[in-house]
């Protein structure tokens, strides 16, 4: 089992910035691709990014040039830096793990922007 916590979430006008956190704990290893997606009210869950265990990352292209992705590998946590936020990134932003056929959900921390 993969335990999945994320903070950072809240609000912030457009334009603002904010950087998401999710620690991971259990069974946590370096062959896990580990990424964000959101999912916005009415709206189906959306895949923003994920990070390999060797730092490869994808990016969803509705985020290219706003949104980063990273990973500290000694303290099993990635960061999504959101930069130039917009109304439409609004949405609750989940982290997830994967591994073959191990898949784990965080819990979600909203992101509101609005003016």
């Known amino acids: 089992q993969v335990q999945l916590v994320e903070s950072g979430g809240g609000s912030e006008q457009p334009g603002g910035s904010l950087r998401l956190s999710c620690a991971a704990s259990?069974?946590?290893?370096?062959?896990?691709?580990m990424g964000w997606y959101r999912q916005a009210p009415g709206s189906k869950r959306e895949f923003i990014a994920s990070?390999?265990?060797?730092?490869?990352?994808s990016l969803a292209r509705v985020v290219e040039g706003r949104f980063t992705i990273s990973k500290d590998n000694a303290k099993d946590t990635i960061y999504l830096q959101m930069n130039s936020l917009q109304p439409e990134d609004t949405a609750v932003y989940l982290c997830?793990?994967?591994?073959?056929?191990?898949?784990?959900w965080g819990q979600g921390t909203q992101v509101t922007v609005a003016s």
């Open positions: 259990g069974d946590i290893h370096n062959g896990y691709i």
């Open positions: 990070i390999t265990g060797d730092g490869v990352v």
């Open positions: 997830h793990a994967k591994y073959t056929l191990y898949s784990f």
